[in-house]
């Protein structure tokens, strides 16, 4: 935040007109004259809230996932995603590995395992394939199921 030609008292009053909640709270509870510049401010506003942004999950996180006994592909690949977002610069072997570990589809492990995939988009791709697999394999079943009760 910059006020042009503002004085650290204006920036400092001003700040507080952005901060909501929690941080706003903080500010309110600043004790008079307790800080001597802007800048001052700035560093004491991150000390304080420092622990609160989000962190950023090691690759190896994603070793504790398991594709439930019930669950279908795509709705484990979607939790295999939202974890894999939470990585900062994920291993991709590693990532490899742990899906490969995590699913239940034999048939996906062996094809990771005898053609595996170069990168975390062809990674995706061999899911998708799979998710459309299995949905395919599931409409199948549900037809002949429901041929069956028909005759």
């Known amino acids: 935040m910059v006020i042009r030609n503002a004085s650290d008292v204006t920036m400092c009053k001003a700040f507080s007109a952005y901060l909501k909640k ?14 001597e510049s802007f800048h001052e401010l700035g560093k004491e506003f991150v000390a304080y809230f420092i622990n609160n942004r989000p962190r950023k999950k090691p690759t190896d996180a994603l070793l ?3 594709q439930r006994k019930d669950e ?8 295999f995603r939202v974890e894999l977002r939470q990585i900062n610069e994920p291993n991709f072997e590693m990532v490899r ?11 996906m492990k062996v ?25 395919l394999f599931a409409m ?12």
């Open 22 to 35: 929690d941080a706003n709270n903080w500010f309110s509870r600043l004790g008079p004259h307790s800080i």
């Open 97 to 107: 590995a742990a899906l490969r570990h995590a699913i239940r589809d034999r048939d």
């Open 64 to 66: 504790a996932l398991r």
């Open 72 to 79: 279908m592909l795509r709705k484990f690949i979607g939790r």
């Open 140 to 151: 199948e079943r549900e037809l002949d199921t429901t041929r069956g009760t028909e005759k």
């Open 111 to 135: 094809a990771l395992n005898v053609n595996p995939p170069r990168d975390l988009r062809e990674l995706m791709a061999t899911a998708d394939r799979y998710i459309n697999n299995e949905e």
